[in-house]
């Protein structure tokens, strides 16, 4: 038996299955791990303390001959961002410290019923504001192939986790490119599904028109066994999209079969391969572009002209929309309350709670948001931003007209050293310059590793997208060109990490 934490999820699956090895095992090995490194990784706010009765409960259901969920078992993180019953949700701010909330988030609950195993609540920007997870209130994350860099964000804890096999299997959140960024610098692969196709219940709300749960691996099969697990309708988020979904199970398992692009045709967003992004970055993408050709896609350019203002476009959107929704954070009804000296008011102690409890980054975006969204100002800002996002829709949209799918480099860049960005918001705002359309318009996109950069020797990632509700073609191609990949380098990609190789940890 293979050392249990270099395992896939879909590998541990058929293990559990053939009861070739026990959830307990399984779980035990990744606790010891997160045991090991997470103390210098600081991938994990909270341990799960009931992992291992979990895992216990599963083992005795298996060895009775229950029917059981096919990742019954198998272990799983989650982003602090969703609610969790029996540990604490604090989307990495203060304002939230040891809150426990009175419910579970849908994803969390559809976790629980198949009898995966939640080892615990990752790290993020707080608020999942910010793209290198230095922005949490609780501490940094670091990148498993190189501790000195950002591991992306907002969801760097989750992509950390997996990266450095402390978990097969993780739940992201993406609003701008919260998971595929991630995913990208740290050799990871990631997913935002379809705007709706996931439910937001639960979610701690940062702009409710861009935020999507979706799953964080090492496969394109492992991510899309954990969305088949989270996804579908769930009435109480009335953004959930009723009509049923295809298995994304059977579409990437056609797609790692098939071991051909013929017939596919692969459109690359010219606006999306600027000659600003990381010579090493856009060396990867084109050498990938080269082998797809080979292996009979067709390559079409398009154009995407609208694209040029869609960071513009976000940063009024997403600070406006967080304005609202982190209106709720009050003093009064629940989270941190600090009260001033003297006679306190409900507005002082309002002002000094948040004031308190919100860091930097979060204060710069609700004072923005607020300013976009006041009297005056409304039409000329949020309004024309909104109508920037329909025009970009309209550019996917006449993209899809020519290709099955869209690439482009997943990150401009690889990951920067730790701090290197903290005194530039813009250029932080920039590494999300190509993730940050498919959120705009609501279409599923997916991030896989290339390769290595040359000059650092660092992951990029390959971004891919689909249409809205295609979410079965993104996963079938995704394997294929993983397949590819793979059998190209002789390796999966996880295995070239040097400190994480398959034979041992750091």
Known sequence: MADLIHMSAAELSSALAAREVSS?????????QIDAIDGNLGAFLHVNANALAVAEEVDAARAAGEPLHALAGVPVAVKDVLCTLDMPSTAGSKILEGWIPPYDATPVRKLREARMILLGKTNMDEFAMGSSTEHSAYGITRNPWDGDRIPGGSGGGSA????????????????????????????????????????????????SSLDQIGPVSRTVLDSALLHDVIGGYDHHDSTSIPTPWASFTDAARRGAASGSLAGVRVGVIKE?????????????FHATLEMLAAHGAEIVEVSAPNFDYAVSAYYLILPAEASSNLAKFDSVRFGLRVTPEGTPTVESVMSA????????????????????LSAGYYDAYYGSAQKVRTLIQRDFAAAFDQADVLVSPTAPTTA??????????????????????????????????????????????????????????????????????????????????????????R
């Open 272 to 284: 999306l391969d600027s000659e600003g992004f990381q010579p090493g970055v856009r060396a990867q």
């Open 24 to 32: 307990v095992e399984v779980t035990t090995a990744h606790l010891a």
């Open 353 to 372: 709670t948040r004031e308190a409890g919100f860091g930097d980054e979060v204060k710069r975006r609700i004072i923005l948001g607020t300013y976009a």
């Open 160 to 207: 950390a986790a997996v990266g450095a096999y402390e978990a097969p299997l993780a739940l992201g959140s993406d609003t701008g490119g919260s998971i595929r960024q991630p995913a990208s610098v740290t050799g990871t692969v990631g997913v935002k599904p379809t705007y709706g196709g996931v439910s937001r219940y639960g979610a701690i709300a940062l702009a």
């Open 416 to 505: 920067w050293k730790l701090g290197e960005k903290l005194d530039d918001p813009l250029a932080m705002w920039l590494s999300d310059i190509t993730t940050i359309p498919a959120n705009l318009a609501g279409i599923p996109g997916m991030s896989i590793p290339m390769g290595l950069a040359a000059e650092d020797n660092l992951p990029t990632g390959l971004q891919i997208m689909a249409p809205a509700h295609a979410d079965a073609r993104l996963y079938e191609i995704g394997a294929t060109i993983e397949a590819l990949l793979d059998a190209q380098r002789g390796a999966p990609f996880h295995t070239l990490n040097p400190h994480f190789s398959a034979g041992g940890n």
